[in-house]
């Protein structure tokens, strides 16, 4: 096939990229939407705290098999409350990046309470890690103009958290290294066995197929494929055994780079990808369409 559609530029023979990140949530997210009121049901404080106990390490085992690193996004009080965690990844390794201190939904808070967020999560990895880290994943992917602000003035390489290329970019002056929702264990394995589960979980075949075929897509027009998982969901053995089928997938490529976010972001600036791609945030006041004349009352 030819080449006419592949304009980003890998590295030398390689024809695409692959990332494999982790968002180590533990908790955090229950804790953060319980913020206001008191926590009665505690089944799924303890389903999620699988992660941190149990799947991290299986997940690590995974792509130690295949000699991959990883990008993990660990929340501050995760990393507190499991302080075993940042400290094994930097031995294996890996690269961890910050996750909000308790998961927070960067829309809900201020520019302030935003930047107070980032100096306390810091603090923790500056107490337990030598390394500081570089990459920064908003929780729930939910990003807003101030935030790229604060992460550009505490000298972040990149955020990892939009879609609006389908490799890294340049946005409003920041790195991105996109995420992929076609490829996240929450669209497909969020199982709480509670009234918030909307259908039962697929068969892992069916979702290995898929997650093959978006693979193809991406080495076709020579794309970033960024695998999302979450540790209280893809450490259980039956996801671990389609991730491995995944690898086993990709791995018959000889022109795939498999790559952390960090060296994601770190090639994007070092080539001329930083000056093709480039992108913001800032989006136009919705309430002056009308005045433009445009019609919006049924859309």
Not at 15 to 25: E, K, P
Not at 219 to 231: A, K, W
Not at 259 to 283: F, G, Q, V
Request: glycine residues 8%; charged residues 20%; contains cysteine.
């Amino acid at each position: 096939m030819a080449d006419t559609t592949r304009t980003y530029r890998w590295p030398p023979g390689m024809r695409c990229a692959v990332a494999f990140t982790s968002d180590i949530d533990g908790e955090s997210p229950y804790l953060w939407q319980h913020r206001d009121k008191p926590i009665v049901h505690v089944e799924s404080l303890d389903q999620r705290r699988f992660g941190p106990r149990v799947g991290i390490y299986r997940l690590l085992d995974l792509l130690d098999e295949f000699g991959v690193k990883g990008s993990f996004y660990v929340p501050g009080l995760i990393a507190e409350q499991y302080p075993r965690i940042l400290p094994t990844l930097a031995e294996r390794g890996h690269e961890a990046g910050l996750h909000g201190y308790c998961h927070e939904s960067v829309a809900a808070l201020s520019a302030a309470e935003n930047m107070a967020v980032v100096e306390q999560s810091l603090a923790v990895f500056a107490a337990q890690v030598e390394t500081r880290p570089r990459g920064y994943r908003a929780p729930y992917w939910h990003m807003t103009a101030d935030m790229v602000a604060t992460l550009l003035a505490r000298d972040f390489t990149y955020d990892s958290s939009l879609m609006g290329y389908d490799h890294p970019y340049v946005v409003d002056g920041l790195v991105e290294v996109p995420v992929l929702a076609t490829v996240a264990d929450t669209t497909y394995f969020r199982c709480t066995g509670g009234p918030a589960d909307k259908t039962y979980p697929p068969d892992p075949g069916q979702v290995l197929e898929s997650w093959i075929e978006v693979f193809e897509g991406v080495r076709e027009f020579g794309d970033l494929y960024t695998i999302t998982v979450h540790p209280w969901i893809a450490g259980h053995g039956h996801i671990v055994r389609m991730l491995r089928r995944l690898f086993e997938h990709i791995r018959q490529y000889d022109d795939v780079w498999w790559a952390t976010a960090l060296e994601l972001a770190e090639h994007h600036l070092a080539s001329d990808n930083a000056t093709a791609y480039k992108a913001s945030l800032r989006a136009p006041d919705a309430r002056s369409f009308g005045a433009a004349g445009l019609d919006v009352s049924a859309r």
